[in-house]
């Protein structure tokens, strides 16, 4: 069992940043694939972006080149920098662990990019 919980969110400008924080516990973090991912209104629940156990990391088109994910195995902590938002990532912000065929889910944290 993985229990995540997730921080960092809130309102911003269009352009400006947010840095998301998913701190976890009650397993071995360091094991975990770790991604975050996003439910805009209306829309499916979307992959934004994956780090593997040895660091590798993915992204959906629409975030590359914005926001990066990162993992600090000794806070046991997995980050998302988001830069130059835009209204269109706009959506509750998941985090999630993965291992083999178990899967984890955060509560989710809201971001709002809004003038």
């Known amino acids: 069992q993985v229990q995540l919980v997730e921080s960092g969110g809130g309102l911003v400008q269009p352009g400006g940043s947010l840095r998301l924080s998913c701190v976890a516990s009650?397993?071995?973090?360091?094991?975990?694939?770790m991604g975050w991912y996003r439910r805009a209104p209306g829309k499916q629940r979307e992959l934004v972006a994956g780090?593997?156990?040895?660091?590798?990391?993915n992204y959906a088109d629409s975030v590359k080149g914005r926001f990066t994910i990162s993992r600090d195995n000794s806070k046991d902590t997995v980050y998302l920098q988001m830069n130059s938002l835009k209204a269109e990532d706009t959506a509750v912000y998941y985090c999630?662990?993965?291992?083999?065929?178990?899967?984890?889910w955060g509560q989710g944290t809201q971001v709002t990019v809004s003038s």
């Open positions: 780090i593997t156990r040895g660091g590798s990391t």
């Open positions: 999630n662990a993965a291992l083999y065929r178990a899967a984890y």
């Open positions: 009650g397993s071995i973090f360091r094991f975990y694939t």
